[in-house]
């Protein structure tokens, strides 16, 4: 048996599917119940979990709480609702809409990092969400923040790595960093700008000046992962 994933739907329905799909490549455990879901993710060390929002939109960071870098998928009717772009801010390698292509959901799966959950603070939206699907492609689970304010919703994330444009709104240059590194002092940093000047003796493990390679970006987040796993 290969990677054991945890299903989280009242149904039971999508459970049943993805077991059919996978067959004995994967184990796949159910719960129909917040309460179930909770005690699976105490005695079983999950590769990822699939939740239906129904079960409860905080359950995510309940199960984190346990295990605090589940990488997870959501499953909502309504992709739109601000309840699931709230919970999707935990950090979420996609909100799939209902009915769900298990197939794809299946794909996700596959490429889903444990301990990948990662942060990125970036005011450009446009950019931010390019490089957080970039990021999911990969099987990341990036928590986004576009201003120094938006900074406290890290707090939902125990990152391995936190990716942070040294110029965003709401403070000076370098305040965002300032507030990650308090918040996490020994996760690394990589620190991105368009100024050379902003990016000067920064406390970042890597720098990256705009505009860079994203797959060059990319390969330094994968360098660092499998260096928090040796």
């Not at 004995?24 to 993710?41: D, P, T």
């Not at 939740?51 to 990488?71: C, H, Q, T, Y």
């Not at 919970?87 to 292509?101: E, T």
């Amino acid at each position: 048996m290969g990677r054991r994933y945890l299903v989280v739907d009242p149904s039971g329905a999508l459970a049943a599917e993805l077991a059919q799909l996978l067959g004995q490549s994967a184990a796949i455990e159910a719960a129909g119940r917040k309460e179930k879901a909770l005690e699976l993710v105490r005695d079983i060390r999950f590769d990822a979990a699939v939740i239906d929002i129904r079960a409860g939109v905080l359950l995510l960071s309940e199960l984190r709480r346990i295990a605090p870098r589940l990488p997870a998928i959501m499953v909502s009717a309504s992709q739109d609702d601000p309840v699931v772009v709230e919970v999707s801010r935990q950090g979420v390698i996609a909100v799939l809409g209902s009915p769900v292509d298990v197939q794809r959901l299946a794909g996700l799966l596959g490429c889903a990092r444990p301990s990948g959950v990662m942060a990125l603070v970036e005011d450009d939206k446009a950019l931010a969400d390019n490089l957080a699907e970039a990021l999911r492609e990969r099987g990341f689970s990036p928590v986004t923040a576009h201003s120094v304010a938006e900074v406290k919703w890290l707090v939902m994330a125990k990152p391995f790595l936190a990716v942070v444009d040294i110029r965003v709104p709401g403070g000076s240059d370098g305040e965002a960093l300032r507030q990650v590194v308090a918040q996490y002092p020994r996760v690394p940093i990589i620190a991105m700008s368009g100024y050379d000047d902003a990016l000067d003796q920064r406390p970042a493990a890597r720098c990256f000046r705009k505009p860079f390679h994203t797959p060059d970006l990319l390969d330094a987040v994968e360098q660092f992962h499998e260096a928090q796993l040796l």
